[in-house]
């Protein structure tokens, strides 16, 4: 009867907790490999603290880094760090699924509903022809992206390097991962259009999720969409056009970032400060010469961050669009919710209102954490930095080299929360107990708010 009872609490084992050890066996694995002497320039270890924090930043698509990438890192350690974001980009559960089919494997029941959880799917009905779909997407995007790269990047470096420039700013974008290999992300190219579309493209395709790429391949109606798909592209075009004007405005006689730059450039600079903060990490102007008010504005569209099922992080633009449609709903008096002439379930309100909650605990609880261990530096520039982490973003005011080794592990956790938590938090919240309802209901209670 024991015997029994193990093997049943053993197959009661949460697949989001799988994906959570997923994750972290691919950050051990990949702080390994970054803390081996060749993986650095100059011969010597990077240290395991400073190895892990880079592998957790690649893994969990952040981009911020202790040691600048293009100069530290040899040529070893940059294609570790290529190879652990495209794994985190997609996941790591993508990624064995891809590997298991081009082994033979027939992918099993529990795999299908990992994989399942890891994409943000309502069923596991068709999830492994949806990973092989996803897969030839991302190689295809990743690629076109590599080729229109490298038209910018091998006459200035060469053949080879502008080849390898091109394919690793390509993965990086579209995973929505903000790291560099050229030393100062892309402030070198501020009025370059073809770098700045190329980067926008990919980090707006990566950050809008893989459902929805599909979904409008399919359909190529805006009203034939899906209803997901219309919040997702509503809020994300919202964001992006209301960014554009707002960085626009705050930043244009700024001489530290717009102020010195042509009207075009200034507008393309800021369409850029728009897409960027959505989770991806590259800059076009220096992140630390923002002024605080853009610097603030930036940090709620770190918090936002992308899309469910995509490469992107922070609460999530259909978490934020739930959010409002609620609110709006409460001021106007509605007893419903609705979108697209669609009622939004209770239930899917209170999961965002959860995400929300929990995301805010935690960047609470991670500022505080560092207000105190880093009191060298500026508060606005400590919370920015927890948000980024967060959001697994990458952006920063220039402190992250300068965190003490407990900040630098405080980073590092928030990371990992941020890329894995948000994920887990929402699908153990989707499928707690549904056949464990309780069978007493307590007289309603008044409670006054507001």
């Keep these: 009867m024991y015997k029994i009872k193990s093997i049943k609490a053993n197959n009661k084992i949460n ?5 959570a ?6 950050i051990l694995l990949g702080a390994i490999l970054l803390a081996l002497p060749i993986a650095s320039k100059n011969g010597e270890s990077v240290g395991i603290i400073n190895a892990l924090f880079t592998s957790t930043s690649a893994v969990c698509v952040t981009g911020l880094i202790v040691v600048n ?4 890192w040899s040529i070893f350690g940059k294609i570790i760090i290529m190879m652990l974001i495209q794994i985190g980009g997609l996941g790591f559960m993508s990624m064995a699924t891809l590997i298991a089919i081009l082994m033979g494997k027939k992918i099993g029941l529990r795999n299908r509903i990992m994989i399942q959880e890891s994409l943000g799917q309502f069923t596991i009905s068709g999830v492994v022809r949806l990973t092989i779909r996803i897969m030839q997407a991302t190689f295809i995007i990743e690629l076109v992206g590599a080729v229109l790269l490298a038209t ?3 006459p200035e470096f060469g053949m080879k390097k502008g080849m390898f420039f091109g394919l690793f700013h390509s993965v990086s974008a579209f995973c929505n991962a903000g790291f560099d290999i050229i030393g100062n992300s892309l402030e070198n190219y501020v009025g370059d259009p073809i770098i700045n579309f190329t980067i926008m493209f990919l980090i707006i395709l990566g950050g809008i999720g893989f459902t929805v790429i599909i979904d409008i391949v399919k359909v190529k109606k ?7 798909s219309k919040l997702i592209l509503t809020v994300t075009f919202a964001l992006l056009i209301s960014g554009l004007v707002f960085f626009f405005v705050l930043e244009y006689s700024n001489p530290e970032t717009l102020g010195n730059l042509s009207f075009k450039d200034k507008l393309l600079a800021s369409a850029f400060q728009s897409v960027s903060p959505r989770t991806a990490g ?13 610097k603030f504005l930036t940090i709620i569209y770190m918090f936002i961050g992308g899309s469910p099922g995509s490469t992107a992080g922070g609460i999530k633009t259909a978490t934020f669009g739930l959010i409002l449609l609620a609110v709006y709903a409460e001021i106007t008096g509605k007893n419903e919710i609705v979108f697209a002439k669609r009622r939004i379930s209770n239930e899917t309100i ?5 995400i929300l909650i929990i995301a805010l605990t935690l960047v609470i609880v991670v500022t505080m954490i ?11 520039d400590i919370f920015f930095e927890s948000v980024s982490a967060f959001g697994t973003v990458g952006l920063s005011t220039g402190i992250t080299g300068g965190l003490s080794s407990f900040g630098k592990v405080i980073i590092t956790i928030t990371m990992f929360l941020g890329r894995v938590g948000p994920l887990t938090v929402a699908t153990a919240i989707a499928t707690k107990h549904s056949g464990k309802k309780t069978l007493i209901r307590y007289p309603e209670g008044k409670i006054y708010v507001g």
């Design 282 to 294: 590259f800059n076009s102007i220096p992140t630390g010469g923002l002024r605080d008010s853009s």
């Design 370 to 380: 560092l207000s105190i261990t880093e009191v060298k530096f500026e508060f606005i």
């Design 350 to 354: 209170s999961r965002a209102l959860s």
């Design 152 to 154: 910018k990047f091998i």
């Design 21 to 26: 050890y997923g994750f972290i066996t691919v």
């Design 69 to 72: 990438t293009a100069q530290h």
């Design 15 to 19: 697949p989001s907790s799988v994906l």
């Design 222 to 228: 805006m009203r034939k969409l899906s209803l997901h």
